[in-house]
Nanobody
C-alpha cells in the first residue's frame, strides 16, 4: 500500500511563512508528478502548485511569487514553502502524487489526508 502524509500546517500571521512537507511511503516503484491542492470552507478544491519528476513547476496565479514547490526524490518527499501568507490562504492543504506501486509500470494518483493552514492575526 502507498500513503501520503502531510505535516507542517498550523497557525501563521499575515506576512508569515510555513513549510509543508509531504512524505510518500510504501512499496513505491516510481513517482511521477507531485502537487499541492487546497480547499477553503465552502469552496472547491483548487490546484496550488505542481512539480514534474524532472522538476518543472507550475503555480496558481494567486500564489505565484509567494509559494515554492520542490521535491527530494531520494526521500519521496514534496515540499511547499509558503511565504508572505495572506488570510485568503487559509485552507486545508492536500498533497498528491502519481505513483507506480511495487513493480507496476502504471501510475495511480494518491492523496494525503490534508493539513490545516490558518492565516490570522
Amino acid at each position: 500500500q502507498v500513503q501520503l502524509v502531510e505535516s507542517g500546517g498550523g497557525l501563521a500571521q499575515p506576512g508569515g511563512s510555513l513549510r509543508l512537507p509531504c512524505l510518500a511511503s510504501g512499496r513505491i516503484f516510481s513517482i511521477n508528478a507531485m502537487g499541492w491542492y487546497r480547499q477553503a470552507p465552502g469552496k472547491e478544491r483548487e490546484l496550488v502548485a505542481g512539480i514534474t519528476s524532472r522538476g518543472l513547476t507550475n503555480y496558481a496565479e494567486s500564489v505565484k511569487g509567494r509559494f515554492t514547490i520542490s521535491r527530494d526524490n531520494t526521500k519521496n518527499t514534496v515540499y511547499l514553502q509558503m511565504n508572505s501568507l495572506k488570510p485568503e490562504d487559509t485552507a486545508v492543504y492536500y498533497c498528491n502524487a502519481d505513483i507506480a506501486y511495487a513493480s507496476s509500470t502504471s501510475y495511480n494518483r494518491y492523496w494525503g489526508q490534508g493539513t490545516q493552514v490558518t492565516v490570522s492575526s
